[in-house]
C-alpha cells in the first residue's frame, strides 16, 4: 500500500459516542448463565403421591468479545519513544451492522493505553474511534468526550463512511507538549480526518514500540455460530518520517468464540477472518 504523508486535513461533524464504543483495550464482556426460574408446584390429591415441581436453565446468549489479538513491534525506534504512530487497516468484508471493532492499542512510556479503530455502522456508514485511559487526562475537542469504558480517560468518535477493500491509516500523532490528536487518513484520495484531540500527563511520555490488537464482536447473539462473517488486514505498523521498521510478529484467537477466528500473517501483515 502508497503511505500517506500530506496532510489534507478535514473536521467531520462532531459525534456523540456511542454505546457500542465503550471496550476497554485487551477485555472481553461476558454475560453469565441467565436462569429463568418457574413458580409453582402440582399436588395430586392422594395419601402417597406427591408432585414435585422445578425447571430447569435457560439458553444462555453469548458475547464473542475479543475473537483475534495481534501483537506488532517497530525496530530502531528512538529510545525516548515515538512522536508519530501509523497503522494501516483495510476492510475486506464487514456486515452492514454495528457490532464488530477492529483496533490497535498504544502505549506510553508511563504504561498509560489507549487505542485507534474503525466499526462498522448499518447504511454503508462507520465510526472511527481514538481513546485513551486513566487519570490526568483533558479534551477541548468537539469530538472527544471524558470519560473511557466507564472510567477515567478520554474518548473520541467521528462518523466515517469508510470503504471496503480500501486501505486507511490511523494516525496517531503528538501534536503539542502533551497533546496527542488521532487521524484516519484516506490513502485513495489523500484525505485525513481528524477523529479527536486530547491532552496526557507530562509524566507519560511517549509511545512505546510495541503493543498488541485486535478484532472483536461486542454484541450478544444466541451463540458463536450466529456471529456475522468480516475479514480484514492490518498493513505493518510505520512512524514515517520517524526512524524506525514496523511489523506484526505475531497473534492468535481467544475468547469464548475463538473457534469461529482464525488468522494469517504474511510480510508483516496479519488477515483477520472472523464469524460466517
Known amino acids: 500500500m502508497t503511505r500517506i504523508t500530506r496532510m489534507t486535513r478535514t473536521t467531520r461533524t462532531a459525534h456523540t459516542p456511542h454505546a457500542d464504543e465503550r471496550r476497554r483495550p485487551g477485555t472481553n464482556r461476558r454475560t453469565g448463565l441467565r436462569r429463568r426460574l418457574g413458580a409453582g408446584a ?25 475473537m483475534v489479538s495481534n501483537s506488532y513491534s517497530i525496530t530502531g525506534a528512538p529510545a525516548e519513544g515515538l512522536e508519530k504512530l501509523a497503522f494501516p487497516l483495510k476492510v475486506i468484508s ?8 477492529w ?18 455502522r448499518p447504511g454503508n456508514s462507520g465510526l472511527a474511534v481514538f481513546s485513551v485511559f486513566g487519570s ?30 480500501r486501505w486507511y491509516q490511523l494516525e496517531i500523532i503528538r501534536t503539542g507538549t502533551n497533546n496527542w490528536t488521532g487521524y484516519v487518513v484516506d490513502t485513495a484520495t489523500g484525505v485525513w480526518t481528524t477523529i479527536g484531540s486530547w491532552n496526557v500527563a507530562a509524566s507519560a511520555g511517549y509511545l512505546k514500540p510495541t503493543g498488541v490488537g485486535f478484532v ?9 455460530a450466529s456471529i456475522p462473517y468480516a475479514q480484514a488486514v492490518w498493513g505493518k505498523p510505520f512512524v514515517d518520517p520517524e526512524p524506525g521498521t514496523g511489523t506484526n510478529t505475531s497473534a492468535y484467537t481467544y475468547g469464548p468464540c475463538k473457534a469461529n477466528a482464525s488468522y494469517t500473517i504474511s510480510g508483516g501483515q496479519v488477515t483477520m477472518t472472523t464469524g460466517g
Open 94 to 101: 464487514q456486515p452492514d451492522a454495528s457490532g464488530y471493532y
Open 136 to 165: 490526568g487526562t483533558s479534551t477541548s475537542h468537539p469530538n472527544c468526550r471524558t470519560g473511557a469504558d466507564g472510567g477515567s480517560g478520554t474518548s473520541c468518535s467521528v462518523t466515517y463512511p469508510y470503504v471496503e477493500g
Open 42 to 66: 402440582g399436588v395430586f390429591a392422594g395419601a402417597l403421591a406427591c408432585l414435585l415441581y422445578s425447571t430447569g436453565p435457560a439458553a444462555a446468549a453469548v458475547t464473542p468479545g475479543g
Open 103 to 120: 483496533a490497535q492499542q498504544y502505549y506510553f512510556k508511563s504504561g498509560q493505553v489507549g487505542y485507534v479503530g474503525l466499526q462498522p
Open 216 to 224: 472483536e464482536y461486542y454484541k450478544s447473539l444466541a451463540d458463536c
